[in-house]
T-cell receptor
Framework: NAGVTQTPKFQVLKTGQSMTLQCAQD?????MSWYRQDPGMGLRLIHY???????DQGEVPNGYNVSRSTTEDFPLRLLSAAPSQTSVYFC?????????????????FGDGTRLSIL | KQEVTQIPAALSVPEGENLVLNCSFT??????LQWFRQDPGKGLTSLLL?????REQTSGRLNASLDKSSGRSTLYIAASQPGDSATYLC?????????????FGAGTRLAVHP
């Protein structure tokens, strides 16, 4: 059981380049989310999805796009990378809405993508 | 502004010690509060969730308490072990302007040395 798989694990980009961070889950979860984690700060929600074809913005959506064509996949696209987007990105999926499932129906997190933008 | 704060940012203790990690939040209108564990290079693992109507939750050597009136939660770890070394994050689930938000603290990095 793979859980949540994120690729790549590490990436270095130049300012202005674009790229897609991949996220796939094999648990048939409806809810999927993208977070960024910066030093000294908590995780912040970028975008989320409540099912295939349905996405919405989180707290820090600027500079990022998402789509959800299948239940399994939820890619995050950086349109034109900026140094401020240097961060660790986490994808998570859950059966229940994030924050409501607890330990019985928790969010499952991937191991993250460490992204550096020069 | 809704915020979640964790103090201290880092903690180092000898094996066997009982310890308390602190989490404070600015909005008493929370729905629940969760504690997570994060190992280096890994994602988050949910440890405990306390509903706003509850005072505490226990799982093994872990006990989490919630005091909404004071805006505080604590995670108590009994008889700490080197395997407990990790970063512990708390997150408060709040309703804000019709939008549900899960707000994370920055975490406490715990090192338990033999």
């Amino acid at each position: 059981n793979a859980g949540v798989t994120q690729t790549p694990k590490f990436q270095v980009l130049k300012t202005g380049q674009s790229m897609t961070l991949q996220c796939a889950q094999d648990m048939n979860h409806e809810y999927m989310s993208w977070y960024r984690q910066d030093p000294g700060m908590g995780l912040r929600l970028i975008h989320y999805s409540v099912g295939a074809g349905i996405t919405d913005q989180g707290e820090v959506p600027n500079g990022y796009n998402v789509s959800r064509s299948t239940t399994e996949d939820f890619p995050l696209r950086l349109l034109s990378a900026a140094p401020s987007q240097t961060s660790v990105y986490f994808c998570a999926s859950s059966y229940s809405p994030p924050g409501l499932g607890g330990v019985d129906q928790p969010q499952h997190f991937g191991d993250g993508t460490r992204l550096s933008i020069l | 502004k809704q915020e979640v704060t964790q103090i201290p940012a880092a903690l180092s203790v000898p094996e066997g010690e009982n310890l308390v990690l602190n989490c404070s939040f600015t909005d008493s209108a929370i729905y629940n509060l969760q504690w997570f564990r994060q190992d280096p290079g890994k994602g988050l693992t949910s440890l405990l969730l306390i509903q706003s109507s509850q005072r505490e939750q226990t799982s093994g050597r872990l006990n989490a308490s919630l005091d909404k009136s004071s805006g505080r939660s604590t995670l108590y770890i009994a008889a700490s072990q080197p395997g407990d070394s990790a970063t512990y994050l708390c997150a408060a689930f709040m309703f804000s302007g019709g939008y549900n938000k899960l707000i994370f603290g920055a975490g406490t990095r715990l090192a338990v040395h033999p």
